[in-house]
């Protein structure tokens, strides 16, 4: 099963950008959809993002279309999620998770998730 990593949160102001990594252990990288969601304490995860196989189908939540950019290379097993425009409500711990497909992981159903890194907006 694959293992996952996230790295790139931290602290930044509104308005700013920051990069998510999400480092993907084994040889079967490529065969699975990757994806990011957000949980913030004492709320449900939410999906925010996700990027079929092939990376020509991608999802995401209404609340961050147009500024945030999911991406993937399977030559370094790597998943990125580029996010642009950052409001104060996007302050959550972010999570990389991979599936089947990028519709199960629009409808939660995940076969690995990481650990988390957080993101906090100021405003």
């Known amino acids: 099963q694959v293992q996952l990593v996230e790295s790139g949160g931290g602290l930044v102001q509104a308005g700013g950008s920051l990069r998510l990594s999400c480092a993907a252990s084994?040889?079967?990288?490529?065969?699975?959809?990757m994806g990011w969601f957000r949980q913030i304490p004492g709320k449900e995860r939410e999906f925010v993002t996700a990027?079929?196989?092939?990376?020509?189908?991608?999802y995401y939540a209404d609340s961050v279309k147009g500024r945030f950019t999911i991406s993937r290379d399977d030559a370094k097993n790597m998943v990125y999620l580029q996010m642009n425009s950052l409001k104060p409500e996007d302050t959550a711990g972010y999570y990389c998770a991979a599936g089947r497909r990028a519709l199960d992981l629009r409808q939660a159903r995940a076969d690995a998730w990481g650990q988390g890194t957080l993101v906090t907006v100021s405003s």
């Open positions: 084994g040889r079967t990288f490529s065969s699975y959809a």
């Open positions: 990027i079929s196989t092939s990376g020509a189908i991608t």
